[in-house]
């Protein structure tokens, strides 16, 4: 379904400051680059991310990966973006960006996250967050929100590790995902490789 992936696609342009961008110099590819686990595992496949340095259930699918960069004030911003079409109605996203050590240093975290969170629902015309509350992974800060536009449901988790960004988001037409496919997905998304909390990229 191309409009869930385009309205995915664009809410990955989320900025962690107030400054505005568009994607250019989009590159797609079948994610031959990433590791996949072997076949022996249970049921539950995870995805694992050898550069993004994550592992996560895409609930039995294989995502394509993108990469984009986004002009931002601080300079050219590559998002590394990995989507998967679900179904008609349902698509999943994991993305992750690496920001200046030093745009991270002159901020505090809770307002990065914020800013990550109004980036996204601007993108998809959603005005406010139905909910939301703060979380963590390793001991990184986070923050989980859902929000509609009457058509679009988004189900989103952000992370700031280090100075990279992660960003974890179920989007579905016409209602929100359930609660299976949220604890499946957004539940099992796990860091691999701590070196990320440098900013750095394996």
């Not at 696609?9 to 110099?25: F, K, R, Y």
């Not at 911003?77 to 999943?92: D, G």
């Not at 800013?115 to 996204?120: F, S, T, Y």
């Amino acid at each position: 379904m191309k409009n869930l992936f385009l309205v995915t696609i664009l809410a990955c342009a989320t900025i962690l400051s107030s400054c505005g961008g568009s994607l250019v110099d989009e590159k797609t590819s079948d994610s031959t680059n990433e590791v996949k686990p072997e076949i022996e595992e249970e049921e539950d496949e995870l995805y694992i991310s050898e550069d993004g340095q994550f592992s996560i259930n895409f609930l039995g699918g294989n995502p394509s990966d993108m990469e984009s960069l986004v002009p931002t004030e601080v300079g050219d911003i590559e998002i590394h973006m990995f989507l998967y079409e679900k179904s008609v109605t349902e698509a999943l996203m994991v993305a992750y960006s690496d920001y200046p050590s030093a745009m991270i240093e002159a901020s505090n975290s809770a307002k990065l996250l914020e800013g990550a969170r109004n980036g996204a629902l601007e993108k998809m015309g959603i005005p406010v967050a139905e909910s939301e509350e703060e979380i963590e992974i390793d001991g990184h800060p986070g923050l989980f929100f859902t929000g509609n536009n009457g058509q679009f449901y988004v189900t989103y988790e952000v992370y700031l590790v280090g100075s990279r960004l992660y960003q974890v988001a179920i989007l579905r037409d016409g209602s929100y995902a359930s609660d299976k496919d949220i604890s499946g997905f957004n539940g099992s998304f796990k860091l691999t490789n701590q070196d990320v909390e440098e900013g750095e990229e394996g």
